[in-house]
Antibody, heavy 121, light 108 residues
Framework: QVHLVESGGGVVQPGRSLRLSCAAS????????MHWVRQAPGKRLEWVAI????????NYADSVKGRFTISRDNSKNTLYLQMNSLRSEDTAVYYC??????????????WGQGTLVTVSS | EIVLTQSPGTLSLSPGERATLSCRAS???????LAWYQQKPGQAPRLLIY???SRATAIPDRFSGRGSGTDFTLTISRLEPEDFAVYYC?????????FGQGTKVEIK
């Protein structure tokens, strides 16, 4: 069955960097759009970034644009989120989620368990 | 960017009662691209409804969605103990997702 496992979270100082990974299994990873979504403690879900199945198209929330980079390695069935210039407001649980097949639009039918990122001095 | 506003913020009900949750969009949403999720503490969101009214895999038929344009509704016909959670609406019809702020359904 579909399985998404995030890793790479932890405590980091403001201004530093962190890279999250999302290992996918149970489906043909290279044919699906993937997303990162985050949730600050006690807050709503906030979409972060999208990457098309072949890596050709990506988009970011305004709150992370210019600081975060989404990428994927289809040979390793892994999605990444490189987070630079981290701020305290980036503190959240980060989820990867599977989107649509190919270019189709579909909501998050499958999510990982999340990885906690805490930005604090 | 489409803003989704959910109401009420909290719904206090008893098991067996009917729950009606509202999601209003700042501009018209193609109903094909409106979804609802359930989230319990410490867990990832779980997709309930997509395309405004289609139930996701293995979702009980006590969950139903309807709506079009700017007004959408999620109804839980008879609340079971496991249904007390936070519910989010989402639009996914562009190269970004947006979520409502959530409605908490709590035990009265």
């Amino acid at each position: 069955q579909v399985h998404l496992v995030e890793s790479g979270g932890g405590v980091v100082q403001p201004g530093r960097s962190l890279r999250l990974s999302c290992a996918a299994s149970g489906f043909t990873f290279s044919t699906y759009t993937m997303h990162w979504v985050r949730q600050a403690p006690g807050k709503r879900l906030e979409w972060v970034a999208i990457l098309s199945y072949d890596g050709s198209n990506k988009n970011y929330a305004d709150s992370v644009k210019g600081r975060f980079t989404i990428s994927r390695d289809n040979s390793k069935n892994t999605l990444y989120l490189q987070m630079n210039s981290l701020r305290s407001e980036d503190t959240a649980v980060y989820y990867c989620a599977r989107g649509g097949f190919g270019d189709s639009m579909y909501p998050g039918g499958y999510w990982g368990q999340g990885t906690l990122v805490t930005v604090s001095s | 960017e489409i803003v989704l506003t959910q109401s009420p913020g909290t719904l206090s009900l008893s098991p067996g009662e009917r729950a009606t949750l509202s999601c209003r969009a700042s501009q018209s949403v193609n109903s094909t691209y409106l979804a609802w999720y359930q989230q319990k503490p410490g867990q990832a969101p779980r997709l309930l409804i997509y395309g405004a009214s289609s139930r996701a895999t293995a979702i009980p038929d006590r969950f139903s969605g309807r709506g079009s344009g700017t007004d959408f509704t999620l109804t839980i016909s008879r609340l079971e103990p496991e249904d007390f959670a936070v519910y989010y609406c989402q639009q996914y019809g562009s190269s970004l997702w947006t979520f409502g702020q959530g409605t908490k359904v709590e035990i009265k």
